[in-house]
C-alpha cells in the first residue's frame, strides 16, 4: 500500500537547514499495524505528514496504492487523501466551536456525502466508540480520552484504507490510552491499515511491526513476536 | 523611565509594520474627514457673524399674495430702505444692495484695463450706506465717501489684486463699454464669509435719471436687498408690525395714486442676517445658501467617520494585543507590575495617535485647494484652527486622541494583566481554556463593531446611489420643450442694440448651420418676470399674479414648445388694439378659464388682450418645483437675449459663424453667450454638489470600512488557522474553506444593510420630496448598494483567506 524510495525532507528557515528526513525507504502492507518509535525531534511526525500527503517531500519518491505522489498536483492530492486516509493526533485537533456530532460530520460533508447516509455513518461510529450521549457536547466539554476517542471517529467515518495516529495516547492516562490502543487493535483486525507513532514501547506491542527512527533515517525494524 | 516605554515601544511597532500602517492609515483617514467636515460646518455656522453689530442687523424680505399662492422673496423696493430710516428712530442704519443675476453676465461683467478685459464675476450696485452696515476693512479708498459720486466702483481685494496686482488702485480708471468707472475703494472679505458674494460695488447715481426717478417711487418695483440694523432697545416683534402697518398705508397710498386695481397683501419679515446663509424658500435669495438638514448630515456622517475609526483603531489594538498574550504572561513572570505594562501600551498607542494627528493635519494642509474648490469656500486651516473656536476645536481633537490612546491602551493592559501568568504560560489547553470565554465575547463585541461600520457605509452609498440617479433624472427628463442644441446669446446692455438687433439677426440667419433665431427676455432656467393679470372682459375681478415671459417671434417652434389650441405669436397679424397673449395649460387652470382661446385678459402693461393660444405644460424653473401658470407677452423688442438654434452636427462651425457677425455687428463688445441645456443645469448646482460631497463620504467611509474588516478578518482568520488546517486535513477544499471564512462577514453586511436600508429609505424620501417631479424609489437601489459593499468586504476578506488557506497545514498544526 505505502511505499516509499530515498524519502528527504529538508526545512529551510532563514539561515538554517534543517534535515527532518535523510532517506527513507519504507514499505507498508495492506492490513499492516506498523509503529513508529524515536527520540524527539527525530522526525517521526515530519515522516507521518508526508505519508499522509498533508506536506510534500522534498526530494525521493512515495508511491501509496500504486500512484506516484510526488507527481500529482496539490488538488489530486487532496483527493486521494480524502478518499483514503485519516488522521489521529496527539492532541486531538478537534474544532472548538463545532459540537462533537459536527466534528464528526465534517470529513463526510466534505466528501459529498449526503445528510442521511451521514446520520447513519456517524450513529453507527459513535454507538461503537461509546461517545452517542455526548454527541451534542462541545469539545472541552469532554476528558481526553474521551476527545482522542471523538478525534478517532472522525478519523475512521469515511471509513480509509490508511489510519495515520501521532502519539494518539500522549495526552492521555494509562487508563484512556488503553481505551483508544483497543479501539485501534479493533480497527486494525477488521482490516484498516494503520501506521502510529509513539514512545511507548506497551503500545507499540499492538503493532505487528515496529520501525526504529533516529536523526532522520531508519535504523532498525523488527518484527513483533506475538 | 516614559522615555525608555516610548523607545520600546517604537520598537515593538517597527516590527510589527502591517498592524502599524493599518492602524495609522485608518485613523488618519478618519481624522482627515472630521477635520474637514468640521472645517465646512464651522465656516457655515459662522457666515455673516463678522458684521460689528451682526446680531442687530436684519435683511427685509417680503411675503406678497395677489390671490393664489404667496410668494416669498428676499428682493424688497429700492426705497423701502430710506423710507425706513426716515420714520423709524429704532433703525440705526439703513442700506440696500442691488439684486443681480452673477449667471446672467452683459457688459458690466467685464471692464477694460490697460488694453486687457478682466470678468467681474459678480458686480452690484449700492451706496455708501453698505459700508456703514458691512464692515470691511478698506485697504485702500474710505468706506464713508468711495460711493457718493457717480461712476464710482469699489472692488474686493481679490479682484484689485487680479486687476491691477500689487500696484495701487485708487483713482484708476476702469471702462465698460458703456461707461468709465473710477476705482474709489478696495475691501478686503478675508475672514468673512458672508451671504454678500458681490465682488464690486457701483455706486447707485451711476443709473440714469429715469431710472432713478423710478426708483425712489415705485413700491412694486422689488429689485433691491434691504438690511436695516436696528437698536439695541428695540423690541423686534413689535417693531416689525409697526414697520408693516406703515408700509401697508404707504403702499395703499401708492395704489391710489397709481390707481392700480389689485388685492392682495404684502408682508415685510425681517430676517436676523446670520440665519440667511440657512434660508430657503425665498425667491431672489443667495445662491451660496445652503440646506441646514444638510449640515445636520455633514455632522451625522463626521461623529459616524470618526466613529468608525476609533472603532478600528480599539478593534486593532486589542486583537493584536491577544497575540501578545504570551509576551504579556512573560513579563509578568519577570516581575513586570500591571501598571509598567499599562504604561508601555499606552505609550505605544500615543505614537500611533499623535503620528496620525500629524499626519493628518498635514494632509488636510495638502488637500485644502481641492477641498476649497470642491465646497466653494475660502477655508483656510491656520485661520479656522487659531482663532476662537477653532482652538477649541483643536484641543477637543487633541483630548481626544489622548483618550483614544489611554482607552486602547489600558483596555488590552487591564484584560490581560488579569490573567494569571501560570495560566498564561502553562500548557496548551488551559491558555485556550482561560481564554475561551474572553475570546469569545471580543467577537461578539467586533463583529458588533464591523455591522455597525457596514450600517454607515451601506447607508452612505446607497444614498449615493439615489442622489445620483436623482441628478441625472432632473438632468435628462423630458422638460415638454427641447433644451439641446440651443445657444443664447446676452445682448449688449447698450440701449442702441436695438436698432442693429434687426440686421444682426438677418445675419445670424444666413449661415445654413443656425436653424433659427428668436429674441426673448425670459428662456426656461433663467428668472421669471411676475405679471399682475386680471381675467374677463370688464372691470371686475382682481389682479393675480402669473410667471411672465417675454419672448419674441418664432420662440415657440425654435424651443419646440407643443400647442395645445388656438395659434403662435407669428401666425397673427400685428393688431395694435388688442394685445395677443399666449398662456399654459396651468394658467388656464388658475384662471379657471372654461374657453380660454379668445378670452380676455387685462394687465398693467395697459392694454387689454386676448388669449389667442395656449401651449402644453412645460418645465420652465428647476424641478423642484411643479410648472406654474405661465403667459407669455409679444415683445420682439425686449431683446435681452438672442436665442439660436443650431445645427447639432456643426456646433463648431455655427459658433464660429455667430462669432464672427457678433464681431461685425457689436464691436469692442465681448460675447457672453451659454447653452440652454447647460444654463438648466446650473439649477441643480446645490444638488450637484450634495451629490460629489457624498461621493467623498462614500469613498471615505468605504475606505475606512474595507480597512476595518481587513484588519478585523486577518485577526479572527489568522486565530482560526489551525482550525483551517484541520478542516483541509479532513478533506476540505481551499474553494470549500474559504467560502466558510467569507460567508460570515457577508452576512454582517447582509444584516447591516437590512437595518440601515428603512433608515436611508426614509430620510432619502423626504429629500426626494423636495422636488416636485423625482424618480421612484425601488429595491434596486438598495440592492446595488448592498452589492456594492458586499463585493467590496468579499474582496477584503477573500484576500485574508485565500493567503491563510493556502499555507500547508502542517504549519498551523505544529504544537510545540
Ligand atoms: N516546519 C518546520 N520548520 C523547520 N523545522 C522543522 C519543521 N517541522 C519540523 N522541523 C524539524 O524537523 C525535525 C523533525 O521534527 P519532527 O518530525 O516534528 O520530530 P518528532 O515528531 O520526531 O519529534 C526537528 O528537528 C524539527 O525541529
Ligand atoms: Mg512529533
Redesign the pocket.
Known amino acids: 500500500m505505502i511505499e516509499t524510495k530515498q524519502l528527504k525532507?529538508v526545512?529551510k528557515?532563514a539561515d538554517i537547514e534543517?534535515v527532518?528526513?535523510a532517506g527513507i525507504d519504507l514499505k507498508v502492507e495492506e492490513g499492516e499495524f506498523v509503529s513508529v518509535m524515536?527520540?524527539?525531534?527525530?522526525?517521526?511526525?515530519?515522516?507521518?505528514?508526508l505519508l499522509g500527503m498533508i506536506d510534500v517531500a522534498t526530494s525521493g519518491d512515495y508511491f501509496f496504492m500504486g500512484k506516484d505522489v510526488c507527481s500529482l498536483r496539490e488538488k489530486q492530492r487532496t483527493h486521494l487523501r480524502k478518499e483514503n486516509i485519516g488522521f489521529v493526533f496527539q492532541n486531538f485537533n478537534l474544532i472548538e466551536e463545532l459540537s462533537i456530532w459536527e466534528n464528526i460530520e465534517l470529513p463526510l460533508i466534505y466528501q459529498g456525502v449526503k445528510k442521511s447516509e451521514r446520520k447513519r455513518l456517524i450513529m453507527d461510529v459513535i454507538d461503537r466508540l461509546e461517545i452517542t450521549h455526548r454527541k451534542d457536547l462541545l469539545p472541552v466539554q469532554l476528558s481526553g480520552g474521551q476527545q482522542q476517542r471523538v478525534a478517532v471517529a472522525r478519523a475512521i467515518i469515511t471509513r480509509p484504507h490508511l489510519l495515520l495516529a501521532?502519539e494518539p495516547t500522549g495526552n492521555l492516562d494509562s487508563m484512556h490510552g488503553e481505551e483508544v490502543m483497543n479501539i485501534l487493535d479493533e480497527l486494525n483486525k477488521a482490516g484498516m491499515t494503520i501506521v502510529m507513532?509513539t514512545h511507548s514501547h506497551h503500545d507499540a506491542s499492538y503493532s505487528r511491526r515496529i520501525v526504529h527512527?533516529f536523526d532522520?533515517q531508519i535504523i532498525n525494524e523488527n518484527l513483533n513476536r506475538i | 523611565m516614559w522615555g525608555s516605554f516610548f523607545r520600546m515601544g517604537f520598537r515593538v511597532l517597527m516590527r510589527q509594520k502591517k498592524f502599524f500602517l493599518l492602524n495609522l492609515a485608518g485613523l488618519t483617514i478618519g481624522i482627515v474627514a472630521f477635520v474637514f467636515i468640521y472645517l465646512y460646518v464651522e465656516n457655515a455656522l459662522y457666515y455673516d457673524r463678522s458684521w460689528k453689530n451682526y446680531q442687530h442687523i436684519y435683511r427685509v424680505n417680503e411675503t406678497y399674495s395677489t390671490g393664489g399662492k404667496a410668494e416669498k422673496m428676499a428682493l424688497t423696493p429700492y426705497l423701502l430702505a430710506g423710507k425706513l430710516k426716515d420714520n423709524f428712530p429704532g433703525i440705526i442704519e439703513s442700506t440696500r444692495l442691488f439684486f443681480t443675476d452673477p449667471s446672467d453676465k452683459n457688459d458690466v461683467s467685464s471692464v477694460d484695463y490697460g488694453g486687457k478685459m478682466y470678468d467681474i464675476p459678480n458686480l452690484t450696485i449700492g451706496d455708501t450706506r453698505v459700508f456703514k452696515i458691512f464692515n470691511y476693512h478698506f485697504t485702500e479708498g474710505n468706506p464713508d465717501s468711495c460711493l457718493v459720486h457717480p461712476n464710482s466702483m469699489v472692488l474686493s481685494l481679490a479682484m484689485k489684486k487680479t486687476i491691477f496686482g500689487n500696484k495701487p488702485a485708487l483713482g484708476k480708471k476702469l471702462k465698460t463699454s458703456i461707461r468709465t468707472y473710477t476705482v474709489t475703494g478696495v475691501f478686503d472679505k478675508t475672514n468673512r464669509p458672508s451671504h454678500l458674494e458681490f465682488d464690486a460695488i457701483i455706486s447707485t447715481n451711476s443709473l440714469d435719471k429715469h431710472e432713478q426717478q423710478q426708483l425712489y417711487t415705485n413700491w412694486f418695483w422689488m429689485n433691491c436687498y434691504t438690511y436695516v440694523e436696528l437698536a439695541d432697545s428695540v423690541n423686534v416683534k413689535k417693531f416689525v408690525q409697526r414697520v408693516n402697518y406703515f408700509a401697508d398705508t404707504a403702499i395703499g397710498h401708492y395704489i391710489q395714486k397709481q390707481k392700480i386695481k389689485i388685492s392682495g397683501y404684502a408682508h415685510l419679515n425681517f430676517q436676523p442676517i446670520q440665519k440667511i446663509h440657512f434660508s430657503k424658500g425665498l425667491l431672489y435669495d443667495s445662491h451660496s445658501n445652503i440646506n441646514i438638514t444638510y449640515l445636520y448630515i455633514f455632522v451625522t456622517v463626521a461623529l459616524f467617520i470618526l466613529l468608525m475609526a476609533s472603532i478600528n483603531y480599539i478593534n486593532f489594538a486589542t486583537a493584536r494585543s491577544l497575540k501578545r498574550v504570551r509576551e504579556t504572561g512573560v513579563r509578568k513572570v519577570m516581575g513586570a507590575f500591571q501598571k509598567q505594562l499599562m504604561l508601555q501600551y499606552i505609550s505605544e498607542a500615543l505614537i500611533i495617535t499623535f503620528t496620525a494627528f500629524i499626519l493628518s493635519l498635514s494632509l488636510v494642509e495638502l488637500l485644502m485647494p481641492a477641498f476649497n474648490s470642491l465646497v466653494n469656500r475660502h477655508i483656510t486651516l491656520v485661520d479656522s484652527l487659531f482663532s476662537g473656536s477653532g482652538l477649541v476645536f483643536g484641543f477637543l481633537l487633541i483630548m481626544f486622541m489622548l483618550l483614544l490612546a489611554l482607552f486602547s491602551g489600558s483596555f488590552p493592559a487591564f484584560v490581560l494583566s488579569s490573567l494569571k501568568p501560570v495560566e498564561v504560560l502553562g500548557g496548551r489547553g488551559l491558555i485556550l481554556r482561560s481564554n475561551k470565554k474572553h475570546v469569545f465575547t471580543t467577537v461578539r463585541l467586533r463583529k458588533f463593531l464591523v455591522v455597525v461600520q457596514y450600517l454607515v457605509a451601506i447607508g452612505v452609498i446607497i444614498s449615493t446611489l439615489i442622489i445620483a440617479a436623482q441628478v441625472h433624472y432632473v438632468k435628462n427628463r423630458p422638460l415638454g420643450f427641447d433644451k439641446k442644441d440651443v445657444v443664447v446669446i446676452n445682448s449688449p446692455a447698450d440701449t442702441s442694440f436695438r436698432s442693429r438687433a434687426a440686421n444682426f439677426i438677418m445675419a445670424l440667419k444666413t449661415d445654413t448651420n443656425i436653424e433659427q433665431v428668436t429674441t426673448a427676455s425670459s428662456l426656461p432656467g433663467y428668472l421669471t418676470e411676475k405679471i399682475l393679470v386680471r381675467s374677463g372682459d370688464s372691470a371686475v375681478g382682481h389682479l393675480q399674479t402669473l410667471d411672465g415671459f417675454f419672448v419674441g417671434y418664432h420662440y415657440f417652434d425654435l424651443l419646440k414648445i407643443p400647442l395645445v389650441k388656438g395659434k403662435y405669436f407669428s401666425a397673427v397679424k400685428p393688431n395694435d388694439s388688442v394685445e395677443p397673449f399666449i398662456v399654459n395649460e396651468a394658467a388656464i387652470r388658475f384662471l379657471g378659464l372654461k374657453h380660454p382661446l379668445g378670452s380676455f385678459l387685462y394687465t398693467p402693461y395697459a392694454k387689454k388682450g386676448r388669449i389667442i393660444g395656449v401651449v402644453k405644460n412645460f418645465n420652465f424653473s428647476s424641478l423642484h418645483q411643479k410648472v406654474e401658470p405661465l403667459i407669455f407677452v409679444l415683445r420682439p423688442q425686449f431683446i435681452q437675449y438672442v436665442v439660436v438654434r443650431i445645427n447639432p452636427h456643426k456646433k463648431k462651425e455655427a459658433l464660429a459663424h455667430i462669432r464672427n457677425v457678433w464681431k461685425k455687428y457689436n464691436k469692442g463688445y465681448t460675447m457672453y453667450y451659454t447653452f440652454l441645456d447647460q444654463k438648466l443645469d446650473t439649477l441643480y448646482r446645490s444638488d450637484q454638489k450634495m451629490l460629489s460631497l457624498f461621493f467623498y463620504f462614500s469613498l471615505f467611509v468605504i475606505l475606512i470600512s474595507a480597512l476595518g474588516l481587513f484588519g478585523l478578518s486577518s485577526f479572527l482568520i489568522e486565530q482560526r488557522s489551525k482550525e483551517i488546517s484541520i478542516r483541509k486535513v479532513l478533506g476540505g477544499s481551499e474553494k470549500q474553506i474559504v467560502l466558510m471564512l467569507v460567508k460570515e462577514y457577508l452576512v454582517l453586511v447582509l444584516i447591516a444593510g437590512a437595518l440601515i436600508s428603512p433608515v436611508v429609505y426614509y430620510f432619502i424620501g423626504k429629500w426626494l420630496n423636495s422636488f416636485a417631479y423625482h424618480i421612484h424609489l425601488n429595491l434596486c437601489y438598495f440592492v446595488a448598494g448592498i452589492l456594492l459593499v458586499l463585493l467590496i468586504a468579499f474582496f477584503t476578506v477573500l484576500l485574508q483567506a485565500l493567503f491563510m488557506v493556502r499555507k500547508r497545514p502542517?504549519?498551523a498544526l505544529?504544537y510545540e
Open positions: 525532507k526545512f528557515s534543517t527532518a528526513l524515536g527520540p524527539s525531534g527525530c522526525g517521526k511526525t515530519t515522516l507521518l505528514n501521532d507513532v527512527l532522520g | 502542517v504549519d505544529k
